[in-house]
């Protein structure tokens, strides 16, 4: 019943550009931040971006600052990762989690209720 299901993953030349999204259902929605999280080979999940319920106010991690722009659409239950000038370095699975939080919590924290499955991105010429 509790579901997020990212989408919108793949292979992108460094560079390029890659929109995430994470579809929920299950849940009030709109009563929870949500994050987008990821973990490479070697290294240990780290929150990337997170939003809060109402989408006013954002976290980014430092490395993503200025390339990424999260969103979400509260009537959708969708939240959108816009990834632009991806590096080789972003190549990792990416994952959505819910949180009834602030952004610093969910995203610095980890304080996530929900997660979904995960998606690749892998970013290489």
């Known amino acids: 019943q509790l579901q997020l299901v990212e989408s919108g993953g793949g292979l992108v030349q460094p560079g390029g550009s890659l929109r995430l999204s994470c579809a929920a259902s299950?849940?009030?929605?709109?009563?929870?931040?949500i994050g987008w999280f990821r973990q490479a080979p070697g290294k240990e999940r780290e929150g990337v971006s997170c939003?809060?319920?109402?989408?006013?106010?954002?976290y980014y991690e430092d490395s993503v600052k200025g390339r990424f722009t999260i969103s979400r659409d509260n009537a959708k239950n969708t939240v959108y990762l816009q990834m632009n000038s991806l590096k080789p370095e972003d190549t990792a699975v990416y994952t959505c989690?819910?949180?009834?939080?602030?952004?610093?919590?969910?995203?610095?924290?980890?304080?996530?209720?929900?997660w979904g499955q995960g998606i690749q991105v892998t970013v290489s010429s």
């Open positions: 989690g819910a949180g009834g939080t602030t952004v610093q919590a969910l995203c610095v924290g980890g304080r996530s209720d929900y």
């Open positions: 939003i809060s319920s109402r989408g006013m106010h954002t």
């Open positions: 299950g849940f009030t929605f709109d009563d929870y931040a």
